[in-house]
């Protein structure tokens, strides 16, 4: 509930609990197939374009994301080497 944009389900949740607990790689595997399904089904975001983003730094600048999915940079992650 405090993460993922303020998404809450209970069912989302149940799931998250069952794969945590589960023991087996392929029940594990089959849990994360449905946790992804049930995102995708209650539409909890829609990226509707994502372009390709360069990133350029100055040498020695450390704490940015050379792929980051969005279109921001924590400035406080970053420091200078």
Do not use: C
């Not at 589960?22 to 992804?36: D, H, P, V």
């Amino acid at each position: 509930p405090g993460y993922y944009f303020g998404y809450d389900s209970p069912a989302f949740r149940a799931l998250v609990e069952r794969h945590a607990s589960a023991t087996n790689a392929r029940e594990r595997q089959m849990l994360f197939s449905q946790m992804q399904r049930h995102l995708a089904q209650d539409a909890v975001n829609a990226w509707i374009f994502a372009p390709q983003i360069g990133t350029v730094v100055r040498k020695g600048l450390r704490g940015t994301w050379m792929n980051y999915p969005i279109f921001a940079h924590q400035i406080a992650a970053m420091w200078w080497e």
